[in-house]
C-alpha cells in the first residue's frame, strides 16, 4: 500500500507561480513512473505533467514551457512547479503513482487562479 499527500494548492493571481509537492509513504518514488492530474468542475480529467521511473518527462501541450515536475528521491516527494498561471489552470490537482498493476492517488489539492 502506498501513501500520497499533496500539499502547496492555493489561490494565485494570474500570472503567479505555486509548487505542488506529492509525498508518498515509502521509498520507492525512484522505481516507478509518477505523475499530475488535473480536473477542473465541468470538465474531463486531464494527464499535466509525467516523469518515468529514468527521470523522462512528459507534460500536457497546455503547460509545455510554464510546469516542470521533478523528483527528490531522499525526500520521497514529487514536485509540480507551475509557473505564468492562468485562470484556466484553476483545478484540483492529483498525483499518482503506478507500482505495478495499481495506481495509487493522492487526495488533491485546489489550485485557483483569479484576482
Known amino acids: 500500500q502506498v501513501q500520497l499527500v499533496e500539499s502547496g494548492g492555493g489561490l494565485v493571481q494570474p500570472g503567479g507561480s505555486l509548487r505542488l509537492s506529492c509525498a508518498a509513504s515509502?521509498?520507492?518514488?525512484?522505481?516507478?513512473?509518477m505523475g499530475w492530474y488535473r480536473q477542473a468542475p465541468g470538465k474531463q480529467r486531464e494527464l499535466v505533467a509525467a516523469?518515468?521511473?529514468?527521470?523522462?518527462?512528459n507534460y500536457a501541450d497546455s503547460v509545455k514551457g510554464r510546469f516542470t515536475i521533478s523528483r527528490d528521491n531522499a525526500k520521497n516527494t514529487v514536485y509540480l512547479q507551475m509557473y505564468s498561471l492562468a485562470p484556466d489552470d484553476t483545478a484540483v490537482y492529483s498525483c499518482?503513482?503506478?507500482?505495478?498493476?495499481?495506481?495509487?492517488w493522492g487526495q488533491g489539492t485546489q489550485v485557483t487562479v483569479s484576482s
Open positions: 499518482y503513482i503506478k507500482v505495478g498493476l495499481g495506481t495509487y
Open positions: 516523469i518515468t521511473s529514468a527521470g523522462n518527462t
Open positions: 515509502r521509498n520507492l518514488l525512484g522505481t516507478y513512473p
